[in-house]
T-cell receptor, first 113, second 110 residues
Framework: NAGVTQTPKFQVLKTGQSMTLQCAQD?????MYWYRQDPGMGLRLIYY???????DKGEVPNGYNVSRLNKREFSLRLESAAPSQTSVYFC????????????FGPGTRLTVT | EDQVTQSPEALRLQEGESSSLNCSYT??????LFWYRQDPGKGPEFLFT???AGEEKEKERLKATLTKKESFLHITAPKPEDSATYLC???????????FGTGTRLLVSP
């Protein structure tokens, strides 16, 4: 049982390049989330997917797109990377009912030069 | 707007020296308050969920409590392995999103 996995672990991009961050969970959770974490800012929600086939914007969605590929997988795409997107990105998932605890992946450290 | 404020930003303790971390929150209708532990270079690890004022939960040397305005994470006789950043988050009723505080960095020295 791997929980939430993310690829890649590290990435360096040049301004204007694009990339997709991958996330998968094996806990049969319905909901999945993408956060970014910056020093002094805490975790901020970029996008989330309450269930397969739906996605919604979070607090900081500009410059990002997401795809809920199936129940297990939720990807985050940067179409044209900017230095302001240098951050650590975390994917999380949660179940239903009272089990709203979110479980996080190990993160992707992205640097945009 | 939902808000979470954690204090102190950083705390240094000697091994065995008990203390508390604070999480103050404002939310319109609390569904749950969550505590996470985050080690450097890793993702947050879930610790506790508290749902209503007066509730307490314990895990090893950690005890979390909840009032209508704040939550405390009490650390009893901490060990160096308790060193981490502790994050607090709230969830509003009817919403799935969590709002996180910026965390308390705890360092426990032997």
């Amino acid at each position: 049982n791997a929980g939430v996995t993310q690829t890649p672990k590290f990435q360096v991009l040049k301004t204007g390049q694009s990339m997709t961050l991958q996330c998968a969970q094996d806990m049969n959770h319905n909901s999945m989330y993408w956060y970014r974490q910056d020093p002094g800012m805490g975790l901020r929600l970029i996008y989330y997917s309450a269930s397969e086939g739906t996605t919604d914007k979070g607090e900081v969605p500009n410059g990002y797109n997401v795809s809920r590929l199936n129940k297990r997988e939720f990807s985050l795409r940067l179409e044209s990377a900017a230095p302001s997107q240098t951050s650590v990105y975390f994917c999380a998932s949660s179940g239903q009912g009272t089990l709203y605890e979110q479980y996080f992946g190990p993160g992707t450290r992205l640097t945009v030069t | 707007e939902d808000q979470v404020t954690q204090s102190p930003e950083a705390l240094r303790l000697q091994e065995g020296e008990s203390s508390s971390l604070n999480c103050s929150y404002t939310v319109s209708g609390l569904r749950g308050l969550f505590w996470y532990r985050q080690d450097p270079g890793k993702g947050p690890e879930f610790l506790f969920t508290l749902y209503s004022a007066g509730e307490e939960k314990e895990k090893e040397r950690l005890k979390a409590t909840l009032t209508k305005k704040e939550s405390f994470l009490h650390i009893t006789a901490p060990k160096p392995e308790d060193s981490a950043t502790y994050l607090c988050a709230v969830q509003r009723s009817g919403f799935q999103k969590l709002v996180f505080g910026t965390g308390t960095r705890l360092l426990v020295s032997p």
